[in-house]
């Protein structure tokens, strides 16, 4: 008697037939990553806790003070929600198809570790504040998650804040003790800049990066268990409640740290660093609250037949995410770097924000031009074909 294998399932879903919600929520995040990340490569001047510089003009004091706010510590979140929103999808989709659980666990397992090997060389040639290897390593660590039920999910996702409160304070403290120096992206020679981009991210991604991501990350998989961003209409009022509540919870929190950072209030190293870590547990509701909101958005315009022409192009920016993101670095990188266009050491805080919305603005067009016809980034492209093989 023979038994018929079950069916490979790697055919990818059309991008014509792609839940709108989850790839408009990715389009949008990448802006938020764009201006959270672009002034991570200025130097030669003191900064505060989250890296913006103590002595620019009111220009740059007045960006830096509504991206803390509103964006530093809510964009990494909110993209970690989506993470693990779309390995719930991902594994719904194998399953499906009629894989088993152990089948579908190797697949997620392969893409985390190849999404660890997409950071590690991010890192290395471009940007020591690489996330990508922080998700992959999360997505090896707790991919059983995505089978657990949903009071293992909330109780980990608690423990998950509580250490995230523990490693920012001692970060925190690490950067009042040290003092913040130049980064990686200061340095002129290349390659004392990339050993010391992977000495930061060796040692942020366990810690750091990836605490920050776990709350999240659980929260995502409970959401998408419920198809919260794929059938928004039929939550209306859940996702209004975590859009407001969560809105609310991160302006409240991050409102101490935007004073301090802005040197609008003068404070005891004890209070700063509290108030940095407040910044950014708060910022797990606010990254949530801002995904709610989209789906918000795209539940109002259910009733459209098709989406319009800025909605269809901020969701192939979502589609393409991976290769957006990794787009964002190479500009970054040409324009700020000392051996490259040396703008680092001459502008603030908002005119690198500036560049970053002209170079999110830029991937949009690119990924909606290209996707035309159902292509897909290169970078997702890649990690498909490493994922399952040819």
């Known amino acids: 008697m023979s038994i018929t294998a079950p069916p490979p399932a790697r055919q990818a879903v059309p991008l014509a037939r792609r839940s709108l919600a989850p790839d408009l929520a990715r389009g949008l995040m990448l802006l ?79 893409r985390s570790l190849w999404l660890l090997a997409f950071g590690f060389c991010h890192a290395l040639l471009l940007f020591f504040g690489d996330i990508l290897g922080a998700y992959g390593l999360v997505g090896l660590v707790l991919v059983g998650f995505v089978r657990r039920g949903d009071r293992a999910l909330f109780w980990a996702a608690g423990v998950g804040a509580v250490l995230h409160v523990v490693v920012l304070g001692l970060f925190g403290l690490l950067t009042v003790a040290a003092g913040k120096g130049d980064t990686p992206a200061a340095m002129a020679d290349p390659l004392e ?88 547990v708060t910022g797990i509701a606010g990254g949530l609250a801002y995904a709610a909101l989209i789906g918000l958005v795209v539940a109002g315009r259910e009733r459209r037949a098709r989406p319009g022409a800025v909605t269809r192009a901020l969701a192939a920016c979502g589609q393409w995410s991976l290769t957006c993101y990794l787009l964002q670095s190479v500009v970054f990188v040409a324009l700020f770097a000392p051996y490259f266009g040396g703008l680092g050491t001459r502008l603030g805080d908002a005119a690198a924000s500036g560049i970053a919305v002209v170079t999110w603005l830029f991937t949009v067009v690119l990924a909606a031009t290209l996707s035309r016809g159902g292509r897909r980034g290169p970078a997702e492209t890649l990690l498909r074909r490493l994922t399952y093989g040819r």
Do not use: K
Request: no cysteine; net charge positive; proline share 4%.
């Open 32 to 110: 938020l990553i764009a201006v959270a990340h672009a002034h991570m490569y200025l130097s030669g001047h003191p900064a505060g806790f989250r890296g913006y510089t103590l002595d620019g003009d009111l220009v740059d004091r007045l960006v830096a003070g509504v991206q803390i706010l509103l964006v530093d510590g809510r964009a990494l979140p909110m993209f970690a929600g989506l993470f693990g929103y779309g390995l719930v999808q991902l594994a719904d989709r194998q399953l499906a198809a009629g894989r088993t659980w152990p089948q579908v666990r190797r697949v997620l397992r392969a």
């Open 193 to 280: 800049a990339a050993v010391m981009r992977m000495i930061g991210w060796s040692g942020m991604t366990p810690t750091y990066f990836a605490v920050s991501v776990v709350p999240a990350f659980l929260l995502g998989i409970w959401a998408a268990r419920r198809r919260l961003l794929e059938e928004p209409g039929a939550h209306r009022a859940l996702l209004r409640r975590a859009g407001v509540t969560g809105t609310v919870i991160a302006v409240a929190g991050g409102l101490p740290l935007t004073l301090v950072d802005t040197r609008l209030w003068d404070v005891s190293d004890a209070i700063g660093v509290s108030v940095y870590a407040l910044h950014s």
